[in-house]
């Protein structure tokens, strides 16, 4: 069983930025991708960015693309999610996700197998 464990999050002020990470408690980890997804109060979960693992390529929601960045060190089990220009309504829970079934959507929550618990942001002005 994968343990997925998020931290980084806090008060941040608006057009400031914040770096999450995510690690992987599993010594061997290598999932299919890599995947941070954000819940905000009465809102559905909604896809933030992934990013294919040893594979390097990325893609994120069109909400926050030019503001984020998705890394990943693989010799850490490790998951990086940096965001910029940060907006009151970046404000969520966010949480990271692994996917283990290889050529499946990397936007859609329901292909992730394993999750966090969530770190949250909040946005402030």
């Known amino acids: 069983q994968v343990q997925l464990v998020e931290s980084g999050g806090g008060l941040v002020q608006a057009g400031g930025s914040v770096s999450l990470s995510c690690v992987a408690s599993?010594?061997?980890?290598?999932?299919?991708?890599m995947g941070w997804f954000r819940q905000a109060p009465g809102k559905e979960r909604e896809f933030v960015a992934a990013?294919?693992?040893?594979?390097?390529?990325?893609v994120s929601a069109d909400s926050v693309r030019g503001r984020v960045t998705i890394s990943e060190d693989n010799a850490k089990n490790t998951v990086y999610l940096q965001m910029t220009s940060l907006k009151p309504e970046d404000t969520a829970v966010y949480y990271c996700?692994?996917?283990?079934?290889?050529?499946?959507?990397?936007?859609?929550?329901?292909?992730?197998?394993?999750w966090g618990r969530g770190t949250q942001v909040t946005v402030t002005t």
């Open positions: 990013v294919i693992w040893n594979g390097g390529f990325t």
């Open positions: 996700a692994a996917q283990s079934t290889p050529n499946t959507p990397l936007t859609l929550s329901r292909h992730y197998d394993y």
């Open positions: 599993q010594r061997t980890f290598s999932p299919y991708a």
